[in-house]
């Protein structure tokens, strides 16, 4: 029960941050703590699958660096452990004229992010890539693919573990504090200084924390007596499904050319490595931070979400895209209007509701979207001895290898390991 570095989240960012450190520092002991029973149940269990290849980001950000070295490790990765994936290449479609000088500004940002392969296509060669889908002007990214994080998430857990790594699960971590007393018999006084209980009243020793706790990690923070901001305000993302006998009407990843008025992407086609196509997500306000369902409902994180000033001020700046997104959550023909922009001959006969994801968005006190990633940590004994990965948004599945190496750079800066 005594470990160098404990890791609290067993998502994909959680695990290959795990996996980085024991391959690092062989002669510590590590420790990933994951409150469910299984491993990336969460975001790193419910996303698309889609590996993005850095074209949104800002050039010069976290986000866009991490996310274009992430995708060669991610392809290195797979092709190292066998991990099935597909690069089926990405269209971001123009339907209409107004559309395409953003769709170049795109291109050029792209371009700026050493993005390989991009190039812009005329409506003839979008058919010939997409047989079925209409446009006036696409980006082409072939360099985009699809995959199932949970592979990659559980190969990460594997390699962990031969190394010497310890998982332990169902271990919901509710207390973090300062040992009263040594818990080792070493001469140089407190070597595992930081106790870590579970909501069961367990607990482990270490010498330090790292934190990838996703939809909890502003709960984390303020469990360790560090910044509460910024804050996470969940949101569910539902996806329709095409029935199997349409599926034959997506090659590739298409997406629409994103509104910057409005916080996410747009509805996107999204084929999946089961030869299922995804059809969303949408982007609705979450009663609960694991509510996968409609009508699931927490008291407590509905209460945390609202009574935030920053959600009333993201809301009232984007009441009308709001409103939109959640008459189009009712109404799955309002959903089936976005898609025939691209596919004019999919119907409502066409598709089924599917899945769906909650996305830990990072939110700061004026409202506004946290789009880099934030790692931090604090001050005092225990502030001190902690690292938090605050906000990993998308693409943190497709940048965890990379953002795995940067967090051990961190570690190994901040504790001296």
């Not at 390699?159 to 332990?168: C, N, P």
């Not at 369902?293 to 509905?302: E, I, N, Q, R, Y």
């Not at 605050?390 to 504790?415: C, G, H, Q, W, Y």
Request: hydrophobic share 40%.
């Amino acid at each position: 029960s005594t470990f160098d570095v404990a890791v609290v989240g067993a998502g994909i960012v959680g695990l290959a941050s795990a996996r980085e450190l024991v391959r690092r520092h062989r002669s510590l002991a590590f420790a990933v703590l994951e409150k469910e029973q299984e491993l990336a149940h969460h975001q790193s269990g419910h996303n698309s699958g889609v590996i993005h290849s850095g074209i949104y980001y800002t050039p010069g950000s976290l986000k866009a660096k991490l996310c274009v070295q992430g995708a060669a490790l991610c392809y290195q990765y797979c092709d190292q452990k066998g991990i099935p994936y597909k690069q089926c290449g990405k269209l971001i479609v123009a339907v209409e004229q107004d559309e395409i000088p953003r769709l170049k500004a795109l291109y050029e940002r792209g371009l700026q992010n050493n993005v390989p392969g991009l190039k812009l296509i005329g409506a003839k060669e979008i058919q010939a890539k997409e047989p079925f889908c209409r446009g006036l002007m696409a980006l082409d990214s072939p360099y985009t693919g699809i995959v199932n994080y949970k592979q990659v998430a559980q190969a990460c857990a594997e390699d962990f573990q031969e190394a010497g790594g310890t998982i332990l699960t169902d271990f919901e971590v509710t207390n973090m504090e300062m040992a009263r007393e040594s818990s080792s018999e070493s001469e140089d006084g407190l070597k595992y200084p930081v106790v870590v209980r579970n909501s069961k009243g367990e607990e482990i020793y270490c010498r330090h924390i790292v934190t990838c706790a996703g939809l909890y990690s502003d709960r984390l923070s303020e469990i360790s007596g560090c910044s509460p901001e910024p804050r996470i305000v969940p949101f569910r993302g539902d996806y329709l499904v095409l029935k199997p006998e349409k599926c034959y009407m997506v090659k590739g990843n298409i997406y629409p050319v994103p509104n910057p008025r409005f916080p996410f992407l747009g509805f996107h086609f999204t084929p999946r490595m089961d030869g299922s196509v995804w059809l969303g997500p949408n982007a609705v306000l979450a009663f609960k931070r694991e509510g996968y369902k409609l009508f699931d409902f927490s008291t407590g994180d509905f209460l945390d979400a609202v009574m935030y000033s920053g959600l009333w001020k993201l809301v009232l700046s984007n009441l009308s895209y709001g409103l939109s997104e959640m008459y189009r959550a009712c109404f799955l023909s309002a959903q089936v209007k976005q898609l025939q922009k691209f596919i004019p001959e999919v119907t409502v006969n066409d598709v089924l509701r599917g899945p769906s994801g909650v996305r830990a968005q990072a939110l700061d006190s004026d409202g506004n979207l946290v789009d880099d990633f934030v790692f931090d940590g604090g001050s005092g004994e225990i502030g001190s001895r902690i690292l938090h990965v605050r906000n990993a948004p998308s693409p943190a599945a497709t940048s965890s290898l990379a953002i795995a190496k940067m967090i051990a750079d961190e570690v190994k800066r901040r504790f001296d390991l």
